[in-house]
């Protein structure tokens, strides 16, 4: 029922600014709760940023607090993350993802449908 594809991907240098943008398919995205992942080479996948239905509650991984803001555009079905001050630590590729349950959750699991990911590499 959902289509999600990322964009905005590319090489930074640490300290610099991007912003990914995931665009979804279909008439329910308003109630679908939305999330970003990353995944390094050689390691799990992991929790980025969740936000709500409405948007207005988000959660974040410790590490990136302060740092990225998650939004979403429910009218244009839409979900973005700002990523300031990149380090080169964030290097991952980057997964939007819709959990259909509408609850907020750093779960991978948890999510049911997947973008196909974007590369993000913050150099030194």
């Known amino acids: 029922q959902v289509q999600l594809v990322e964009a905005g991907g590319g090489l930074v240098q640490a300290g610099g600014s991007l912003r990914l943008s995931c665009a979804a398919s279909g008439r329910t995205f308003s109630r679908y709760t939305m999330g970003w992942f990353r995944q390094a080479p050689g390691k799990e996948r992991e929790f980025v940023a969740a936000?709500?239905?409405?948007?207005?509650?988000?959660y974040y991984l410790d590490s990136v607090k302060g740092r990225f803001t998650i939004s979403r555009d429910n009218a244009k079905n839409a979900l973005y993350l700002q990523m300031n001050s990149l380090k080169p630590e964030d290097t991952a590729v980057y997964y939007c993802a819709a959990d259909t349950t509408a609850i907020l959750t750093r779960r991978a699991a948890d999510y049911d449908y997947w973008g196909q990911g974007t590369q993000v590499t913050v150099s030194s």
């Open positions: 936000i709500s239905t409405s948007g207005t509650v988000t």
